[in-house]
């Protein structure tokens, strides 16, 4: 990287081996997944006509998916013919009823392997892996060579990010007034993505918030805070990402405090960036610099901590800071935290209580996000990235201290 994010000294000692990269529990909740159905009708014309990008009418049959900050995002009901090749799927971004992009991809590699594998052997695995690289690579060459012949224009090569972990570099044809992107990241995903070129960027930051100057940053985080009657002090405003059934959590937390504080990444655009590959599994990911990357490119600063400190966090959100801890996880005493958080009291603190917090290094490894705290009865109040129903859920100070491992905490 050009800068260093600013880390505490003292923490810059905890290595990377003793740090368990959290995995996946929760599942997806959005419910049946909709899968569009192939036809072979091309729609190529009609996603770059005028009226599309003028009016807003988008051809054919869209379904309304679950988003975030108002934006409504659609998918396309069928996959057709674009550019000369079958897309995946086919997405629609609008803000405030503005169509600001279209997103066909064409390759996932989780799809892929998910779609293609048969066992999980050696063998197996790396001749997917062959299959995978070679299919991916025809792809590009096709994408590229139908969007230079449709535009008659060489691609220019640009780039979105400020950091060397996060900065992706794309292949931009012009076309009129609109942009055509093509976003390859090698061992990920093929996707075209259509927008006008006057919304083209250069930073992953939201247009609201390069805006602002830090101290209006600041203060404009510090009105999502809440106080009230009960002694909860709570943070407003961060939304949910869905892992799914990825070994997402680490990832999808991380998205859900820096979208808040206005960065515009989503998971599969993190996870390139933390070198996940092909299976389930975050092993071999380059964790703790996507963190350090991610909050560079939100501008913010990142302090790193062993193990949750109660005193401390308790600033942090007073200001609307996000916290996100990775901790050992239990699913009986996720049972307790999600109940208490309608209401129902949490055990006593007492040695036989304590004796049922997940502290050994055996415990599966989690990540949740700090959003309140309540002085008086000493609970954290927290959220999971599994869907709606995981706001609000509350431990005890202690339990997070005794069984957290590594805590970050975002400031402006």
């Given at each position: ?91 629609a971004n609008e803000e405030k009823g503005k169509l600001k992009s279209i997103s066909i991809l064409y390759l996932d590699s989780e799809k892929f392997f998910n779609q293609t594998k048969t066992t999980t052997n050696t063998q197996d695995i790396k001749s997917l892996k062959r299959e995978f690289k070679k299919t991916y690579e025809t792809i590009e060459s096709s ?270």
């Amino acid at each position: 990287m050009k800068t260093l994010i600013l880390f505490i000294a003292s923490y810059l000692s905890i290595s990377l081996s003793c740090l368990a990269i959290p995995q996946n529990f929760g599942g997806n909740l959005f419910g049946a997944t909709f899968e569009p159905r192939i036809i072979n009708e091309d729609f190529t014309d009609d996603l770059i006509a005028a009226p599309v990008w003028i009016n807003n009418k988008l051809p054919g049959t869209w379904k309304s998916i679950p988003s975030l900050d108002g934006d409504e995002v659609k998918i396309l009901s069928v996959n057709p013919m674009l550019f000369g090749r079958h897309s995946i799927s086919v997405y629609a971004n609008e803000e405030k009823g503005k169509l600001k992009s279209i997103s066909i991809l064409y390759l996932d590699s989780e799809k892929f392997f998910n779609q293609t594998k048969t066992t999980t052997n050696t063998q197996d695995i790396k001749s997917l892996k062959r299959e995978f690289k070679k299919t991916y690579e025809t792809i590009e060459s096709s994408i590229n060579k139908a969007l230079y012949k449709y535009t008659k224009h060489r691609p220019e090569e640009s780039f979105v990010g400020q950091t060397d972990f996060l900065r992706n570099t794309y292949n931009d044809y012009k076309y009129g007034d609109l942009t055509l992107r093509v976003s390859a990241k090698d061992g990920q995903n093929i996707c075209l993505i259509i927008m006008r070129s006057e919304d083209v960027s250069k930073t992953y930051l939201s247009s609201e918030t390069t805006k602002l100057v830090k101290r209006e940053r600041r203060k404009q985080l510090q009105q999502n805070v809440q106080v009230r009657e009960s002694g909860d002090i709570k943070i407003n405003g961060i939304p949910m990402f869905l892992q799914g059934q990825r070994p997402y959590c680490a990832i999808s937390t991380l998205g859900m405090a820096t979208h808040y504080l206005g960065l515009r990444l989503g998971t599969d655009a993190l996870a390139a960036g933390a070198k996940f590959r092909y299976f389930n599994t975050a092993k071999g990911s380059k964790m703790l610099d996507l963190y350090r990357a991610a909050a560079e490119e939100s501008d913010a600063v990142l302090q790193r901590g062993r193990s949750f400190d109660f005193d401390r966090a308790q600033k942090y959100i007073e200001k609307g800071f996000p916290i996100v801890v990775w901790r050992r996880y239990s699913h009986k005493r996720n049972l307790l935290h999600s109940a208490a958080a309608h209401g129902a009291k949490l055990p006593e603190l007492t040695p036989n209580d304590r004796l049922t917090w997940p502290t050994s290094k055996d415990a599966p490894g989690h990540a949740s996000v700090i959003t309140g705290f309540n002085k008086k009865t000493g609970e954290v109040i927290f959220m999971e990235s599994w869907g709606e129903h995981a706001r609000n859920k509350r431990m005890r100070a202690e339990e997070l201290e005794a069984t957290s491992y590594a805590t970050f905490y975002f400031k402006i």
